[in-house]
């Protein structure tokens, strides 16, 4: 049911579950702000910890601190960035040394988009893909964790990564707003007493300040297993 609370006029649908194992997140328009989005309600709700691998123009979180109900939450978020395959892969390899019963989520936007490249060698990418997948998906088993993840683009190559998650995801811009549809969930209207609300990054911001008073925020110490921070 959609929660509203007596001090903002935004009624907030609940946003969908993340259950243990590999989720895809599917959208027809740009993935950042949904994937930040459920990252930081998934911190806020188990009171945990998150884990965001990035790649790309994924490496740059500065969205991650503009929706953020509390710059505190931030303080939650491991950030690794993987700037070539090779980088990506030992990423992944190492990541069960970077979990533990705090963690709450793991993020893996464009997972599929490094191993695409000419610069992989001597070995073909979509191998790497899914020996990363198989990585991820033990993970995801031994600590019971939701990972999330997107793909550069559906086509034969990141089917792997269709195959090996659990459920999937879409968001679908409308004239509403936003609307996430999964297996037994659809998110419908986010209405406000002036109209409705559209999808832009005021929009995101404004789900999780009306989430915000639902949750736990209270800081716990951060920790970057690899270089750079949010």
Do not use: K, N
């Amino acid at each position: 049911m959609p929660t509203q609370t007596d001090s903002q006029t935004l009624t907030i649908p609940d946003l969908p579950t993340l259950d243990s194992g590999i989720t895809l997140l599917e959208t027809d328009g740009d993935p950042r702000l949904p994937l930040q989005t459920l990252l930081v309600d998934r911190v806020l709700l188990e009171c945990g910890r998150g884990v965001w691998v990035g790649t790309g123009r994924y490496c740059t979180t500065e969205t991650l601190a503009e929706i953020a109900p509390d710059r505190r939450v931030l303080d939650r978020v491991d950030v690794a960035r993987g700037f070539t395959p090779y980088q990506h892969t030992a990423l992944l390899d190492d990541l069960a040394a970077h979990v533990d019963g705090d963690t709450a989520v793991i993020v893996l936007p464009d997972i599929d988009a490094q191993y695409r490249g000419d610069d992989v060698q001597g070995t073909d990418g979509r191998e790497l893909l899914v020996r990363a997948l198989a990585q991820v998906a033990a993970v995801a088993r031994e600590y019971e964790l939701p990972v999330l993840c997107t793909r550069s683009r559906a086509d034969a190559f990141s089917d792997p990564v269709a195959a090996a998650a659990s459920s999937t995801l879409t968001v679908r811009d409308t004239e509403m707003g936003p609307r996430f549809e999964g297996d037994g969930f659809e998110t419908l209207v986010y209405e406000r007493e002036d109209g409705w609300v559209q999808t832009t990054l005021a929009f995101w911001q404004q789900v999780l300040e009306a989430r915000q008073p639902l949750h736990d925020t209270a800081t716990l110490p951060g920790e970057v297993f690899a270089s750079g921070a949010v």
